[in-house]
């Protein structure tokens, strides 16, 4: 775990570590991406310190959704541009690098050819009978973080096997 102390984020929210700071509320500070994908990259994150979004409230996550809607457009139109990505990852699994609970709010432009974000995972086919068997899992599973503590971002051990896609949903599903 890596302590609050040490978090890169919570140091920019004290002013120990300066940054581009574009957007202040109660609850919610943005400023740029210092290696941004495009102009006007910026990150938004709760002044409070989580990990990932599994250990906000609804309240907490909806506040800072509201400041990313918001400094969103503002990046998005600051920098003139005609699109805006938002992406955000949680847990080791998904590639979180700073166990900060951030949002990434990427403005885009038409002469990027642009990708979607979805485009950086491959398609994978699956048949309806895996549709089905998926749709039914997703209806059942509660909320919250993942039974596996692979999901922390922070720890440095392989995902946990018995969680691995191919083997939690069997070989109907061809990577
Ligand atoms: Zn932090």
Request: glycine share 6%.
């Amino acid at each position: 775990m890596v302590s609050q102390q040490e978090c890169l984020f919570c140091k920019i929210i004290k002013g120990e570590v300066p940054a581009k700071k574009v957007y202040e509320d109660d609850v919610t500070l943005a400023f740029l991406d210092i290696n941004p994908r495009n102009p006007g990259h910026t990150l938004i994150i709760p002044k409070k310190h989580f990990e990932t979004i599994m250990e906000m409230d609804e309240k907490e996550a909806t506040r800072l959704f509201e400041s990313v809607k918001k400094v969103g457009e503002m990046a998005m139109n600051g920098v003139q541009a005609q699109g805006l990505s938002i992406a955000q990852s949680n847990g080791q699994a998904a590639g979180q690098v700073v166990a900060h609970v951030h949002f990434h709010a990427i403005p885009r432009f038409m002469n990027e050819a642009p990708p979607g974000l979805e485009s950086i995972l491959a398609s994978k086919r699956l048949d309806e009978k895996s549709l089905d068997k998926i749709a039914e899992a997703i209806k059942g599973a509660p909320t919250g973080a993942p039974a596996s503590e692979a999901a922390a971002p922070s720890e440095e051990k392989k995902p946990s096997k018995e969680l691995s896609f191919e083997e939690e949903f069997g070989d109907e599903f061809k990577l």
